[in-house]
């Protein structure tokens, strides 16, 4: 069956032409004339305009999104070798099949800066495993995320409550421990890779997360460094 889901997947393939496009204008543009630095990009920054923040570069797949930069990330970034400081990525590695993470963890590192540095949010394998297995997905998921309020969790079943979120019903391609991420990030060639809390971060303001973070228990938050 086709599913909303598998036919999203579809426009974004039947889009590559628009997106390629957009790569090598991008590609050109950035020939000629770097962008003012330090770049600090937002990977997938979705369509919620009060979560960006002034002075990142906002980058999507979706141009419903209205991005700085229209991109597909399963293609080649068009940033030169190490021009990029910092990478911010919230809910969006988990959309992609693991060999599609591999290789955009690949790319973050070669557009990144000797030094510089990836934060990444993602749900939390662990966690979900853990609320499955004590059974209070609603206590302890649905008050931060309000799912309450989401028919299709609301009063389910834990098994429904565990697959929606992981899986949200066949969006995401894959699913994250911290172990799991931190040997792609160093398979990647990063360092230091660090298992991080909300909001505390090695290179972003409080203020800066608090509007792009989605909040405590449902997520993991990695940092790594190049
Ligand atoms: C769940 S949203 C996360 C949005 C935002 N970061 C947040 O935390 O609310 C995932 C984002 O990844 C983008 N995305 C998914 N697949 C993509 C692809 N192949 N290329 C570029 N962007 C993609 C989607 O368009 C969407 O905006």
């Not at 496009?21 to 369509?47: E, H």
């Given at each position: 069956m086709t599913t909303p889901m598998r036919i999203k997947d579809r426009l974004f393939d039947l889009a590559w032409p628009v997106s390629y496009a957009s790569y090598l204008y991008w590609v050109v543009k950035l020939r000629i004339k770097d962008l003012p630095g330090p770049l600090t990009l937002n990977f997938?920054?979705?369509?919620?305009?009060?979560?960006r923040v002034p002075g990142m570069l906002n980058l999507d797949g979706n141009p419903l999104c209205r991005p700085d930069m229209y991109l597909d990330f399963r293609r080649r970034l068009p940033f030169r070798n190490q021009t990029v400081s910092l990478i911010f990525s919230c809910h969006v590695l988990e959309h992609f099949y693991i060999y599609e993470v591999e290789s955009i963890l690949r790319e973050w590192h070669r557009v990144l800066i000797p030094g510089g540095g990836a934060r990444i949010v993602v749900p939390s394998l662990e966690n979900a495993v853990d609320f499955y297995i004590r059974k209070d997905f609603q206590r302890n998921i649905a008050p931060s995320e309000?799912?309450?309020?989401v028919p299709a969790y609301a009063g389910r079943s834990t098994g429904r409550c565990f697959v929606g979120l992981m899986l949200d019903w066949d969006q995401h391609k894959c699913m994250f421990d911290f172990g799991f991420m931190a040997e792609c990030l160093e398979d990647a060639g990063f360092r230091d890779v660090q298992q991080r809390e909300y909001l505390d971060s090695q290179w972003f303001q409080r203020e800066e997360l608090a509007r792009l973070e989605h909040s405590p228990g449902y997520s993991i938050y990695i940092e790594a460094t190049k």
């Amino acid at each position: 069956m086709t599913t909303p889901m598998r036919i999203k997947d579809r426009l974004f393939d039947l889009a590559w032409p628009v997106s390629y496009a957009s790569y090598l204008y991008w590609v050109v543009k950035l020939r000629i004339k770097d962008l003012p630095g330090p770049l600090t990009l937002n990977f997938g920054c979705g369509q919620d305009r009060s979560r960006r923040v002034p002075g990142m570069l906002n980058l999507d797949g979706n141009p419903l999104c209205r991005p700085d930069m229209y991109l597909d990330f399963r293609r080649r970034l068009p940033f030169r070798n190490q021009t990029v400081s910092l990478i911010f990525s919230c809910h969006v590695l988990e959309h992609f099949y693991i060999y599609e993470v591999e290789s955009i963890l690949r790319e973050w590192h070669r557009v990144l800066i000797p030094g510089g540095g990836a934060r990444i949010v993602v749900p939390s394998l662990e966690n979900a495993v853990d609320f499955y297995i004590r059974k209070d997905f609603q206590r302890n998921i649905a008050p931060s995320e309000d799912f309450s309020s989401v028919p299709a969790y609301a009063g389910r079943s834990t098994g429904r409550c565990f697959v929606g979120l992981m899986l949200d019903w066949d969006q995401h391609k894959c699913m994250f421990d911290f172990g799991f991420m931190a040997e792609c990030l160093e398979d990647a060639g990063f360092r230091d890779v660090q298992q991080r809390e909300y909001l505390d971060s090695q290179w972003f303001q409080r203020e800066e997360l608090a509007r792009l973070e989605h909040s405590p228990g449902y997520s993991i938050y990695i940092e790594a460094t190049k």
